[in-house]
């Protein structure tokens, strides 16, 4: 008889970390005010940069969310929903679920409307219709993007993820008109 053995990926204590001051405060600081827009972390491979993120993700606690929603919508926070979430609910209390706060890796080989979201072409062909497959961006919203090697991304996503943090939303339009 065979056993079906899940792999349960171990993170580090953040508190075990040792060293790296500096850089598990900004961590902190950005984890109890989110606002601050992020941090951006430096240092020569070998000095627990990745570490330090994923183990802070994990003291972080469960975070609200709309059930089946790709953008991680707070069912709290109804001035905030997505278009989705607002035709959906309109007003009314939508589900929910409560879920750890994901740490999404974006890859060097990224393309922008693998980061950002693009037309679901398979949707297109199928129905005859348009609809908006959302990115990383969007599964990152209300978690972690975590950008290894940020000097091999192309120029044009760094600005777009720069654009994202700072503005706070990424709008996606298609000449002029969102979608």
Same mark, same amino acid.
Not at 66 to 74: E, K
Not at 82 to 103: D, H, K, M, S
């Given at each position: ?76 926070? +109804? ?15 939508? +589900? ?84």
């Amino acid at each position: 008889m065979e056993f079906c053995r899940i792999k349960k990926r171990f993170v580090y204590p953040f508190t075990a970390l040792l060293g790296q001051e500096k850089m598990k405060k900004a961590l902190l600081l950005n984890a109890v005010n989110p606002r601050l827009g992020g941090v951006l972390i430096r240092g020569e491979k070998g000095t627990a940069k990745s570490t330090a993120v994923r183990s802070m993700a994990a003291l972080l606690p469960e975070i609200p969310v709309i059930a089946g929603c790709s953008y991680q919508c707070d069912p709290f926070q +109804p001035r905030k929903l997505c278009i989705n979430c607002r035709a959906a609910y309109n007003g009314e209390t939508p +589900p929910l679920i409560w879920r750890r706060v994901q740490v999404i890796d974006l890859p060097v080989s990224a393309t922008e409307d693998r980061v950002v979201g693009s037309l679901d072409f398979e949707y297109a062909v199928k129905h005859g219709g348009r609809r908006f497959e959302p990115g990383l961006l969007a599964r990152a919203n209300r978690g972690i993007l975590y950008v290894d090697e940020v000097n091999l991304l192309d120029d044009h996503l760094v600005d777009l993820l720069l654009d994202a943090a700072a503005l706070g939303v990424n709008l996606i339009g298609e000449g002029g008109d969102l979608l």
